[in-house]
């Protein structure tokens, strides 16, 4: 998956905070089918995350490369049995579901949306509208405002009602904003100006009601320039009655860098605005080569976000962007970094994975 460089990571203090400020009445929560927290617990199930995050309140979700599902069978029976969630992690990006103009490929898509029926899972559309991987088409094309506004009307329309009725969260904007607070220069900015957000929820809530919508961005961990400046976004949204139901906090960290202390006080804010939140693109990269230190940082940094999520009523959906090194994008966009995900290369868990686990199991009130 091609990104800009992420420079919020890891730390330790805030789990000392985090943990300390969990309480039994949280840990206990449960959810609903949704992925929102109400209810009696659920009984005894398999020991997955998946399981122990539905006991706790929340889905377990990763990302899921097409190619993986359907060639790497061990690949495609993690998938199967560790996660209630999936996320789509370029198969409904524009240059895959429309490579040639006005041509739909909605065949990798589909796959994944058929596999996550069978296994019951929810799955995460990622993603409708992103400066990034855009069809060759859309990018070199000589376009009016009027005629791009309606390409993006159009392929919002036709991609929802595709999904329409199998799709629990949309990322229908993804990225729109610089780290310094300002909207990112993108060909939607400088065509439509800033109104395309807003035009792109309601289109996808058109097409698809009942699926909830959310704006995604990353280096929002905190509070900072960028995620307060998505804030006031988001406050006029809802002001203006432009259905934005979540914000999508994505977590791509590296333990070189210093962590999100704030994270769960960032969170409340939008919890407090009514809106939902997710950690969508949870991994935490490292300098290569790996070794104990660097992973029991990593480690820390996976449960650095989950207990944020945890703390945040709200928050109903935790994905890694990815689980195994195997199929990792960064040692590809970081070179020199890697081992990034909770699984390493053979399928062996790492420090991380036992810490998302006993995490979920506390939260759980599994002792």
């Not at 899921?64 to 599902?69: E, K, M």
């Amino acid at each position: 998956m091609l990104k800009a460089n992420r420079s919020v990571a890891v730390g330790s203090a805030v789990a000392v905070l985090l943990v300390s400020a969990f309480t039994l009445s949280s840990a206990s929560a449960a959810t609903d089918d949704a992925g929102r927290r109400g209810g009696p617990g659920h009984s005894a199930a398999p020991q997955t995350l998946g399981s122990l995050g539905k006991k706790a309140g929340l889905r377990i979700g990763t990302a899921v490369g097409a190619t993986a599902l359907a060639e790497d069978a061990p690949y495609r029976a993690k998938v199967a049995g560790e996660f209630s969630s999936v996320t789509a992690e370029n198969a409904m990006k524009w240059e895959s579901v429309e490579p040639t103009r006005g041509t739909y490929d909605w065949a990798a898509a589909d796959e994944l949306v058929d596999f996550a029926k069978k296994n019951r899972q929810l799955v995460r559309g990622h993603t409708l509208v992103w400066h990034s991987q855009l069809p060759a088409w859309l990018n070199d094309g000589d376009f009016t405002a009027e005629e791009l506004r309606e390409i993006l009307r159009r392929h919002i329309t036709d991609q929802v009602t595709h999904f329409k009725g199998d799709i629990w969260q949309w990322d229908v904007v993804n990225e729109a904003f610089n780290d310094d607070g300002t909207l990112r220069d993108s060909i939607w900015l400088r065509k439509l100006g800033p109104g395309y957000i807003a035009d792109a929820f309601r289109w996808a809530h058109e097409a698809d009601p009942k699926a909830r919508l959310f704006i995604n961005d990353y280096n929002i961990e905190g509070v900072n320039a960028k995620s307060t400046a998505l804030y006031e976004l988001v406050t006029q949204l809802r002001k203006q009655r432009v259905p934005v139901h979540g914000v999508g906090i994505q977590g791509h960290l590296g333990v070189q860098y210093s962590a999100p202390h704030d994270i769960a006080d960032n969170m409340m804010r939008f919890d407090r605005l009514g809106l939902e939140t997710a950690i969508t693109e949870a991994d935490v990269r490292m300098p290569m080569p790996a070794d104990s230190t660097k992973l029991e940082a990593q480690a820390e940094g996976y449960g650095v976000l989950l207990r944020g999520c945890l703390l945040t009523p709200g928050c109903n959906d935790f994905t890694v962007w990815g689980f195994t090194d195997t199929y990792s994008w960064v040692p590809d966009t970081f070179p020199g970094q890697g081992a990034a995900n909770i699984l390493d290369e053979n399928y062996a868990p790492k420090p991380a994975y036992g810490t998302l686990r006993q995490t979920l199991t506390l939260a759980a009130g599994r002792h």
